[in-house]
């Protein structure tokens, strides 16, 4: 018997998210009713808005990181019970895949319908629907902007029965992509010097991942005071409000050969981003690209006698290169016992109906990380308390 829920919904593209009653189904097999105890207001999610990300179907519920509380389970669907403790992962891993056979289960060829916002065995069918019977999409196949969301187990991962489900969140995304950005795809090594262009909600991560891992150097870039401060608290060892100090920086440190790696988790990418950090590190160095770009940003500002000559590389990464089933319990063990740090980083939470002032102030520099608190969890604060 499919229930009535509230979620945050975008109906075109560009267009705002809009807090409506949806009809939800029933968990299927291998499926969970998940109710919402938080939700990340990721930045990703605001590309919806803006248009950025080309959603392939709408309407669509956003979000995609969260916790909550499981409270059906669909037939058979063994290691799931009711009141298990969840936190979501935005990519699904399938085991069974070559990609997650080969130990990139953030590549899962699960991953291909995470914008069509389907169920993975049926792209024609979707959980949330309109009152009116129109199919609505999930962000990521998740759909966290929802008082309650049915998800597909691969999607999910289970939390110790203690765990404050109100701080741990974040390990369904910025954690991940940005720790995995710096410890996996920058395979930063102690001693190195690693430049960290934006450190909001993702970046931030990148910064204590590079510290996790030995850099002599971890240096913040970011135009907003806020996100400087708070990188100087978590593991940046220096901080600029541009790349071309940083840059000049980095190579005054280094006999002027520059980084060893450039991480760039700006929230919106653009090509000259790229260029900026390949000529800030040094000869065989990496850059990460792991933010976002619109799809209409299509070209890179960078000689190709350079990449030759100098011996960069350009690497992307999607979910940090990280592995989610394994990383997300070690980064919970890492908060428990205090070497990754999440409580300070969360600035504010949201009702859902507050969902468009917490963009506001995400894409205004006021939040660090924001995310909506659902009713029955936790109080709402602001980023003034």
């Known amino acids: 018997m499919p229930i009535r829920t509230r979620a945050a919904l975008v109906r075109e593209q560009p267009g705002p998210f809009e807090v ?7 968990p299927r097999q291998g ?21 950025d990300s080309t959603a ?9 990181e969260g916790t909550g509380i ?13 009141g298990d403790k969840v936190v979501f992962s935005f990519i699904a891993s399938c085991g069974k895949c070559r990609w997650c056979n080969e130990g990139m289960t953030n590549l899962c060829q699960l991953g291909a319908f995470l914008m069509r916002g389907s169920r993975f065995t049926d792209t024609d069918s979707f959980r949330f629907s309109l009152e009116d019977g129109t199919p609505v999409g999930q962000m990521c196949g998740l759909g966290t902007f929802a008082e309650h969301t049915v998800v597909d187990v691969n999607s999910a991962v289970k939390l110790p029965a203690d765990a404050d489900l109100d701080k741990v969140w974040l390990l369904g995304c910025g954690v991940g992509t940005g720790w995995g950005s710096a410890v996996y795809a920058a395979d930063v090594s102690p ?10 909600g993702v970046g931030i991560h990148a910064v204590q991942g590079a510290s996790h891992a030995g850099a002599m150097a971890v240096i913040a870039v970011d135009p907003v005071e806020l996100k400087r401060e708070t990188a100087l608290q978590v593991g940046a060892t220096h901080a600029f409000d541009n790349i071309a100090d940083a840059a000049e920086f980095a190579r005054s440190i280094t006999d002027w050969q520059g980084a060893d790696s450039a991480i760039i988790t700006v929230g919106s990418l653009r090509g000259q981003d790229v260029a900026d ?5 040094r000869k065989a160095g990496t850059v990460v690209v792991t933010a976002i770009a619109p799809s209409s940003e299509v070209s890179i500002p960078i000689s190709p006698l350079d990449i030759t000559r100098f011996q960069k590389r350009i690497q992307g990464a999607i979910y940090g290169a990280s592995n ?15 070497q990754l740090k999440l409580d300070e980083l969360i600035s504010a939470t949201y009702a859902l109906d507050d969902i ?13 990380r924001g995310g909506i608190a659902h009713p029955a969890s936790v109080t709402p604060t602001t980023p003034e308390d």
């Not at 392939?56 to 995609?64: E, K």
């Open 20 to 26: 409506t009653d949806v009809l939800l189904d029933d």
């Open 31 to 51: 499926e969970i009713l998940v109710k919402m105890v938080m939700s990340g207001l990721c930045h990703s999610d605001y590309h919806l808005v803006t248009g």
């Open 56 to 64: 392939g179907h709408l309407p669509m519920v956003g979000g995609h």
């Open 70 to 82: 499981v409270e059906a389970v669909g037939p058979n669907t063994p290691d799931w019970a009711v």
């Open 191 to 200: 001693g190195d010097v690693v430049i960290v262009m934006g450190v909001g």
């Open 277 to 281: 950090a390949f000529y800030a590190i």
């Open 324 to 338: 989610p089933r394994a990383d997300i319990p070690r980064q919970y063990a890492m908060y428990k016992t205090g």
């Open 356 to 368: 468009e002032q917490g963009y506001v102030d995400l894409i205004e520099g006021r939040n660090m």
